[in-house]
């Protein structure tokens, strides 16, 4: 029993050290760390000490996890990447993996403003059956603007992500089908098969 407790505390006493180093400057963790060893030092009940880093450990765990799902910034580099769909000279970082589930991750591709939107529209009209965005991939694609061969790569994206979702049970298995493809943007009319595999 007295062993379990000695091992809670240390285990506890290094994840707080391990959550302090993950959210600070260097230089800035380690003066918090010595004072949190200094309140500890002073504090001779050992279930004391056990209560206050607990409530410790909870409070930079919640920050810990904001942190980790905040988007972060698009360096200059980033932005000056061409479109990986079309090629326009500038783009926009979009997450292939969604923020909210994943945090911020590595599943990005670099596309335009235009791409972007074209992603999220398709997106929206694949998986959440909206009629809105619908309307608007069948307006974009209809207009002639939007290459095949663009529209094509934007919609292979797209229907990465929605097998993806649909294979981890966040999705219906339907919604990544060629049928449904087929019905919601109609799209051997304007892509010419491109994308449906
Ligand atoms: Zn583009
Ligand atoms: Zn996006």
């Excluded at 059956?129 to 307006?139: A, M, N, P, Q």
């Excluded at 229907?159 to 990544?176: F, Q």
């Amino acid at each position: 029993m007295e062993q379990k407790t000695y091992l809670s505390e240390v285990l506890l006493r290094a994840e707080l050290a391990d959550l302090i180093r993950y959210l600070y400057r260097k230089r800035l963790a380690e003066e918090i760390i010595a004072d949190f060893e200094a309140v500890f030092a002073r504090q001779p009940a050992l279930e004391t000490r056990l209560g206050i880093m607990a409530h410790w450990v909870d409070f930079f765990r919640a920050h810990k996890y904001r942190k980790m799902m905040r988007r972060r910034r698009p360096t200059h580099k980033e932005r000056m990447t061409a479109c990986a769909a079309c090629g326009y000279p500038v783009s926009h970082r979009h997450h292939l993996w969604d923020i909210a589930t994943h945090g911020e991750n590595t599943m990005t591709v670099q596309v335009c403003a235009n791409c972007h939107e074209l992603y999220h529209l398709m997106y929206h009209a694949l998986a959440r059956d909206s009629k809105y965005s619908r309307k608007l991939v069948i307006h974009m694609l209809a207009s002639g603007r939007v290459a095949p061969e663009v529209a094509g790569q934007v919609l292979d994206w797209c229907r990465a992500t929605l097998r993806y979702e649909a294979g981890n049970g966040w999705l219906e298995p339907y919604k990544t089908s060629d049928e449904w493809l087929e019905v919601t943007l109609y799209w051997s009319r304007f892509g010419g098969g491109q994308g449906a595999g």
